[in-house]
């Protein structure tokens, strides 16, 4: 789990430099059978936070970035990329966002459980010790797949 953890705190500071909402660049494809594409860098502004997950396992990557304002989730679906408002959560005790939350356009719906825990030496963040992140599509497509990650602000 620590080489994960490392890992997601390399894809985090990566992720924090500029101040933009947008990636410069496109998702990239997995080959793994999962249908979220590799998100790209994802930028924080300042006094923003953002939850980064990624698939948990030997090949992570990162598959979806979410933040409080504007409630959102921003994932890598079929080549492009897909943000999600949030239509329901439950309050996490860490950094304003949430634990339990539901993200969707109507058409892809994400649905997030995960178990953040706070760390020493992690200020104003938490580490995603597991979770699970489920996809599901209005024509019945969905899947489940097991994330880790963290919550950083910048």
């Known amino acids: 789990m620590m080489r994960g953890v ?4 390399m ?7 500029g101040g933009g909402a947008r990636p410069a660049t496109a998702p990239l494809a997995a080959d793994d059978g999962i249908p979220l594409n590799t998100l790209p ?6 006094g923003q936070c953002g939850l980064f997950l ?3 396992g030997n090949e992570a990557r990162l598959v979806l970035m ?10 890598a679906l079929d080549g492009r990329l897909v943000d999600l408002p949030r239509i329901n959560a439950q309050a996490g005790d860490t950094g304003g966002l949430f634990a339990d939350a539901i993200y969707s356009d109507g058409g892809t719906t994400v649905a997030l459980n995960i178990r953040l825990e706070q ?3 992690l200020e104003g963040g938490a ?3 597991d979770g699970t992140l489920r996809l599901d599509r209005a024509n019945g497509d969905g899947f489940v797949m097991p994330v880790a990650g963290l919550l950083a602000c910048r």
């Open 11 to 17: 894809l985090l500071l990566a992720g924090c430099g």
């Open 66 to 75: 979410a933040q409080v304002q504007p409630a959102m989730a921003r994932i």
């Open 54 to 56: 990624w698939k948990a």
């Open 127 to 129: 580490v995603v010790t």
């Open 6 to 9: 490392a890992f997601g705190l």
């Open 41 to 46: 860098r994802q930028n924080l502004a300042a």
């Open 119 to 121: 760390r020493s030496g």
